[in-house]
């Protein structure tokens, strides 16, 4: 799936304030500083467009702290 970017969004549990939104952008921007990544704190989601496996995402946000999964492959 490398090279082609796919959006997907993630339900990101406790993730309840702008300290949050930062950790959870970062944790995604590591694990790939081409993703487009948009937050959405007041539903708790993060939508990412990334050419990595949705796994990989939701991985590095459960690392940073945050409970989350893939809703919308």
């Known amino acids: 799936m490398k090279g082609n970017k796919v959006t997907y969004e993630f339900d990101v549990k406790n993730m309840t304030c702008d300290h949050c939104r930062g950790a959870v ?3 995604i921007i590591a694990a790939d500083p081409a993703a487009v990544v948009t937050i959405d ?3 708790r989601k993060a ?3 990334t050419s990595l496996a949705p796994v990989v995402i939701s991985d590095a946000i ?3 702290g ?3 999964f893939c809703v919308q492959p």
């Open 62 to 64: 459960q690392n940073a």
């Open 41 to 43: 704190l007041a539903a």
């Open 25 to 27: 952008e970062k944790a």
């Open 47 to 49: 939508t990412v467009q």
């Open 66 to 68: 945050y409970p989350a």
